[in-house]
């Protein structure tokens, strides 16, 4: 079946010569980024340099946190912030454990008004924090998305934060980070917000967004692996935050090794905690770095036309997607619903096309060197393997 969408000329980027740095493409139509990035030529190299200071030198800890560094200037430099408003994480779930460990639950403000499309890791941070005082409320998920009159009727004087992911792992939706932003800030409430499904796949301000706090992990979008992710924090919101779940790169100088003294650094680098994560920022680093070069906004230009591909594509195919597919409101992640989708993904993943099954859908989700080839031959596929269920 031919394509639908063909208004848009080929990327702005050399897209053969990008493609040319990913060996998986030789053998494969990885079309699951919003589950695990393909490796490039540049994260391998990243990782090797790790593998051979270690082997050639027993321990090199200077160049190695200077490479910890390295990592946390480049996601920075990616969502427009300063380096000394991010912190260097382990996971998401551990930034968000440590966002909720400074915050105080016991008076009055202490709702924790949370989308019900946040990744379940988040909710269940928030949800932990009930034996603290705290109360989630749910905004529902409409229709695959969220509304913003939502978040208007919820947030009042007892909320402390609001978590409003920004890319809906599901569906794709995107939320109105900056609608929801003014919201609680008119309540007085902080915002937190998990983008690990958006960052990557557009430019994206974090200072301009309203949001207080912003999380990611690299395994997605962002080409990196697991074991190493990131969070910014508005300047002015980390010198009040005391987080108890800390460690000794929290301190002002951890070389200090003063073990009785707890001293803050400044910064969102109170919000480290142990010794950082180094192979994964020698990779987080590489795969920020070229994305960087090929530039977000020509990345989010092709995304989004590949994500506009997936919908009318699996349209024409007589497919239902899932949620809201105007593309200004989405990441390109398309959900395709389709009964038994954990077995449909085992039945591509057999063909070498990479698809990501969640519940009862199957997500296509496209990044900047994939092609409109790619989405067509997984859209056959997909509706051939659909059609062969029993
Ligand atoms: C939006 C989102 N947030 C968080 C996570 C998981 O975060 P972590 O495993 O780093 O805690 C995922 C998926 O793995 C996700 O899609």
Redesign the pocket.
């Known amino acids: 079946m031919g394509a639908i969408v063909r208004a848009m000329p080929l990327p702005t980027y050399d897209l053969s010569a990008v493609r040319s740095r990913i060996p998986l493409l030789r053998t494969h139509v990885p079309l699951n980024n919003?589950s695990q990035a393909p490796q490039c030529d540049a994260t391998r190299a990243a990782a090797g340099v790790f593998l051979e200071s270690w082997n050639r030198d027993g321990m090199d800890w200077d160049a190695w946190l200077g490479e910890v560094e390295a990592a946390r200037d480049e996601f920075a430099s990616l969502i427009r912030a300063d380096v000394s408003d991010v912190a260097v994480c382990s996971?998401?779930?551990?930034a968000t454990s440590s966002v909720a460990s400074s915050l105080d639950f016991s008076g009055t403000r202490h709702h924790i008004v949370a989308s019900a499309a946040e990744?379940p890791?988040?909710g269940h941070v928030w949800l932990a924090q009930a034996r603290f005082g705290a109360e989630v409320r749910w905004v529902p998920v409409r229709d695959g998305g969220t509304l913003v009159e939502d978040y208007a009727s919820m947030v009042d004087e007892r909320t402390a934060v609001v978590s409003a992911?920004h890319?809906y792992?599901q569906t794709g939706f995107k939320q109105d980070v900056s609608a929801i932003a003014e919201i609680a800030h008119q309540q007085g409430a902080l915002v937190y917000v998990?983008a690990?499904?958006t960052l990557g796949t557009a430019p994206f301000d974090a200072p301009a967004s309203g949001a207080d706090f912003v999380a990611s992990?690299t395994l997605?979008f962002l080409l990196g692996v697991?074991g190493i992710?990131f969070l910014w924090v508005r300047p002015g919101v980390a010198s009040n935050l005391l987080p108890s779940i800390t460690g000794w790169f929290a301190r002002r100088d951890p070389f200090a090794f003063d073990l009785q003294r707890l001293d803050w650094a400044d910064g969102a680098r109170r919000l480290d905690t142990g010794t950082p994560p180094v192979i994964e920022a020698y990779v987080a680093h590489a795969g920020m770095a070229w994305l960087r070069e090929i530039g977000l906004g020509a990345i989010g230009a092709w995304t989004s036309h590949l994500g506009r591909c997936c919908v009318e594509g699996a349209r024409a195919r007589g497919m239902s997607v899932l949620g809201p597919t105007d593309s200004a409101c989405r990441a390109p992640t398309t959900a395709i619903v389709c009964e038994n989708a954990a077995a449909v993904e085992v039945s591509l993943r057999n063909r070498h096309i990479l698809v990501s099954a969640r519940g009862q859908a199957v997500r296509l989700a496209p990044h900047f060197y994939n092609t409109e080839e790619d989405v067509e031959l997984a859209l056959d596929a997909l509706a051939a393997t659909m059609s062969d269920a029993p």
């Open positions: 919003c996971s998401v779930s551990q990744f890791t988040v992911c890319g792992y998990d690990y499904q992990g997605k697991p992710a």
